[in-house]
């Protein structure tokens, strides 16, 4: 089956054709026009997701040697994520839905996120740990089974992507911030600032971020370390974090496979710390990690195969939550 894969959650522009569970063509365009306001500015991510995505969706379908009438359905993200964005992603495919007369499918996000693996590593089985780490989540999913997730823990306030976008805007650095205080860790002592890891050790695999934040606000202030000290440490804070809990929830479980997925993914300081835990830790290739339209498209191509696919132009966006 060819599907049409749509992805427009917040400020990454993706579309992806699958076929028969491979992609064969795929584009995701970043709207770097947010870097100049420290942040996504939801307004704008929704007028530059409708001015690319005609011109992505004629560039897959060149690109794959296809014609609009060649697709058999189409499937979108309806959330979770921005309003606006998520509403200019879904208009338009319900447009090309009603125009060629082909299903289209609502497809959540972070189920696309724990399916995403499958995309490369189709011998990989069940059941394994998601770590799902992104500036909008900080989850640890089990995922039992194709379809089949429990949630066993996630961040009781900022996620770490927000932690680390926060902090490079305490330390005067651009946005997105996690890329930005990694390079500054780079030349940095990660063991002279003793931050703070929230609720490490409480028993759960839930996170906290926001006391960390206040630590590095105050940590500033005093303005007694050089900044690269203070990324570096703070950086480690995180990681530690996201590392301890995903640990805890490999050794309780007994489960020896983890799947590490999310834009935090591309940290090399937490993919060096995962890479020396005994367990297997697998990350998916970096476009896989971010915000994609291939994960939509494949899952959508999943969902109708199994027949669990909800078919159908009445749905609309939703903020938050896994709405299956």
Same mark, same amino acid.
């Given at each position: 089956?060819?599907?049409?894969?749509?992805?427009?959650?917040?400020?990454?522009?993706?579309?992806?054709?699958?076929?028969?569970?491979?992609?064969?063509?795929?584009?995701?365009?970043?709207?770097?026009?947010?870097?100049?306001?420290?942040?996504?500015?939801?307004?704008?991510?929704?007028?530059?997701?409708?001015?690319?995505?005609?011109?992505?969706?004629?560039?897959?379908?060149?690109?794959?040697?296809?014609?609009?009438?060649?697709?058999?359905?189409?499937?979108?993200?309806?959330?979770?994520?921005?309003?606006?964005?998520?509403?200019?992603?879904?208009?338009?495919?319900?447009?090309?839905?009603?125009?060629?007369?082909?299903?289209?499918?609502?497809?959540?996000?972070?189920?696309?996120?724990?399916?995403?693996?499958?995309?490369?590593?189709?011998?990989?089985?069940?059941?394994?740990?998601?770590?799902?780490?992104?500036?909008?989540?900080?989850?640890?999913?089990?995922?039992?089974?194709?379809?089949?997730?429990?949630?066993?823990?996630?961040?009781?306030? !900022?996620?770490?992507?927000?932690?680390?976008?926060? &902090?490079? *805007? %305490?330390?005067?650095? =651009?946005?997105?911030?996690?890329? @930005?205080?990694?390079?500054?860790?780079?030349?940095?002592?990660?063991?002279?600032?003793?931050?703070?890891?929230?609720?490490?050790? !409480?028993?759960?695999?839930?996170?906290?971020?926001? &006391?960390? *934040? %206040?630590?590095?606000? =105050?940590?500033?202030?005093?303005? @007694?370390?050089?900044?690269?000290?203070?990324?570096?440490?703070?950086?480690?804070?995180?990681?530690?974090?996201?590392?301890?809990?995903?640990?805890?929830?490999?050794?309780?479980?007994?489960?020896?496979?983890?799947?590490?997925?999310?834009?935090?993914?591309?940290?090399?300081?937490?993919?060096?710390?995962?890479?020396?835990?005994?367990?297997?830790?697998?990350?998916?290739?970096?476009?896989?990690?971010?915000?994609?339209?291939?994960?939509?498209?494949?899952?959508?191509?999943?969902?109708?195969?199994?027949?669990?696919?909800?078919?159908?132009?009445?749905?609309?966006?939703?903020?938050?939550?896994?709405?299956?």
């Amino acid at each position: 089956m060819i599907i049409l894969g749509i992805e427009t959650s917040c400020d990454e522009t993706g579309v992806a054709i699958c076929d028969n569970s491979k992609i064969i063509s795929s584009y995701t365009k970043t709207q770097s026009i947010h870097s100049k306001f420290g942040g996504v500015v939801p307004e704008i991510a929704s007028r530059e997701h409708e001015k690319f995505l005609p011109e992505i969706t004629q560039k897959v379908l060149k690109d794959s040697n296809l014609e609009f009438s060649d697709l058999e359905a189409i499937a979108v993200t309806s959330g979770p994520g921005l309003m606006g964005s998520l509403l200019s992603g879904i208009s338009f495919a319900k447009g090309i839905s009603q125009g060629l007369g082909i299903p289209i499918i609502p497809i959540n996000h972070l189920e696309a996120h724990l399916n995403s693996a499958f995309i490369e590593f189709e011998e990989l089985d069940p059941p394994f740990i998601n770590l799902l780490v992104s500036g909008g989540h900080t989850q640890i999913w089990l995922v039992k089974n194709l379809f089949e997730y429990t949630l066993l823990g996630e961040t009781l306030d !900022d996620a770490c992507g927000e932690a680390f976008d926060k &902090g490079a *805007k %305490t330390l005067g650095l =651009n946005y997105p911030g996690g890329p @930005e205080i990694e390079k500054l860790a780079i030349t940095g002592n990660r063991k002279l600032i003793d931050f703070p890891r929230p609720i490490i050790n !409480d028993g759960t695999y839930n996170f906290s971020f926001s &006391g960390l *934040k %206040t630590s590095l606000i =105050n940590c500033v202030n005093k303005n @007694e370390y050089n900044l690269d000290d203070v990324a570096a440490s703070y950086q480690e804070a995180i990681v530690d974090s996201l590392v301890g809990k995903m640990k805890n929830s490999m050794d309780d479980l007994n489960i020896n496979t983890a799947i590490v997925c999310g834009g935090v993914a591309a940290n090399q300081r937490l993919r060096e710390k995962l890479g020396e835990l005994e367990q297997t830790i697998i990350f998916p290739s970096m476009k896989y990690c971010t915000d994609n339209a291939d994960m939509i498209a494949f899952l959508g191509e999943k969902k109708i195969n199994n027949n669990t696919a909800k078919i159908g132009i009445n749905f609309s966006a939703y903020s938050r939550g896994m709405v299956l």
